[in-house]
């Protein structure tokens, strides 16, 4: 497989588990499911502080995006978030990305917390 296949898969991949981190405690009433969610967001938040604020599906992608069609976005855009805006014709600044993530994603887990405490005793 080549370099650019393997960018975008792991470009999807990132995508899901992104969406995941938002909406994944939102939709669901399963105890079990809310019980991974519940985690999933410190476990991440402890990966960037470790990790220089990076994800490492992110780490991944810009490795694969080197010698391709990829290679120049990745250098002027290097986090996932600012690829993803760009998407949608969004230019956004790395610090700006971080806060809104950190936002989405802390929301999104309170909601899970919030059903998973007192929804469904």
Same mark, same amino acid.
């Given at each position: 497989?080549?370099?650019?296949?393997?960018?975008?898969?792991?470009?999807? +991949? #990132?995508? @899901? /588990?992104?969406?995941?981190?938002?909406?994944?405690?939102?939709?669901? =009433?399963?105890?079990? %499911?809310?019980?991974?969610?519940?985690?999933?967001?410190?476990?991440?938040? +402890? #990966?960037? @502080? /470790?990790?220089?604020?990076?994800?490492?599906?992110?780490?991944?992608? =810009?490795?694969?995006? %080197?010698?391709?069609?990829?290679?120049?976005?990745?250098?002027?855009?290097?986090?996932?978030?600012?690829?993803?805006?760009?998407?949608?014709?969004?230019?956004?600044?790395?610090?700006?990305?971080?806060?809104?993530?950190?936002?989405?994603?802390?929301?999104?887990?309170?909601?899970?917390?919030?059903?998973?405490?007192?929804?469904?005793?």
């Amino acid at each position: 497989m080549n370099r650019e296949k393997k960018y975008e898969i792991t470009f999807f +991949i #990132h995508i @899901l /588990f992104f969406i995941y981190c938002i909406i994944g405690g939102i939709i669901t =009433n399963n105890k079990w %499911l809310l019980i991974i969610f519940f985690m999933v967001w410190p476990i991440t938040y +402890i #990966h960037w @502080l /470790f990790n220089r604020g990076q994800c490492f599906l992110t780490e991944v992608e =810009n490795e694969y995006a %080197l010698g391709t069609k990829y290679e120049e976005i990745n250098k002027k855009y290097p986090l996932f978030t600012q690829r993803l805006s760009l998407l949608f014709g969004i230019k956004t600044r790395k610090e700006d990305n971080e806060v809104r993530v950190r936002i989405l994603f802390t929301l999104g887990w309170l909601v899970s917390v919030y059903k998973l405490f007192y929804l469904l005793k």
